[in-house]
């Protein structure tokens, strides 16, 4: 009958050799555990980045294309006599503006290209922030139906309590069309800027559309 021989018992704390490119259960779950933890962190940090990052592929903030002065007409043909085009997504009146001073002027001019000679006007009242609607077609100014704040078409501040001239954005147009740059509001002209609209605000009637 043979018999073992008796394995000397570890001292406390000793470490038991393991041979190489061998890991210890309590390694591999340590290294599991720092792996999981390493994901979780990573996914926390990719999920408030994500959350904090701005969206600038559109709406307010971002460069909004408008398109070349041929493509506006085909949409919104009075823009060649005048009237303010809607540019719903970066909540602004685009403003040929030769063709605008003629509307103010009664003058039946079409001018279907203003070339660099626009404005993108922030719809937003620079009073209290109520939206500004279409441009009244008895004054031909823009009104704030909210507390009677009233502007010509180029923006200028003629009545009511707003402290400045509507608000703008830049304009550039490379490649020939119109692109408007929402990342940054410029205030409008200060009160008593009057370009070439100098009408009395008594005279005109309240916008009632």
């Keep these: 009958m043979t018999t073992s021989s008796p394995v000397p018992p570890r001292r406390y704390g000793e470490v038991p050799d393991v041979p190489i490119g061998v890991i210890s259960r309590r390694a591999f779950m340590r290294r599991v ?8 962190s990573l996914e926390f940090l990719g999920g408030t980045l994500a959350f904090l990052w701005p969206n600038l ?12 002065a041929e493509d506006i007409v085909s ?12 540019v719903t997504e970066a909540r602004a009146f685009f403003v040929n503006v030769p063709a605008g001073k003629d509307l103010v ?29 279409q441009l009244c077609d008895s004054s031909h100014w823009f009104e704030c139906l909210c ?17 400045r001239g509507m608000d703008r954005f830049n304009v550039s147009q490379p490649k020939g069309s119109y692109v408007i740059d929402t990342s940054e509001i410029i205030d409008g002209p200060p009160i008593g800027t009057a370009t070439f609209d100098t009408r009395s605000p008594t005279a005109m ?4 559309s």
């Design 33 to 40: 555990l720092a792996v999981g933890v390493g994901l979780l």
């Design 57 to 68: 592929t559109g709406g307010l903030g971002a460069d909004i294309e408008v398109g070349a």
């Design 205 to 208: 009637q309240h916008c009632t």
């Design 105 to 133: 002027l009664g003058k039946s001019a079409t001018i279907p290209d203003p070339g660099s000679v626009v404005l993108a006007l922030y719809r937003k009242c620079p009073h209290l922030g109520c939206q500004i609607p």
């Design 75 to 86: 949409q919104f043909p009075s823009w060649a006599q005048g009237e303010p085009y809607i």
């Design 147 to 163: 507390h009677g704040s009233k502007y010509t078409i180029l923006g200028e501040k003629r009545d009511g309590p707003a402290p």
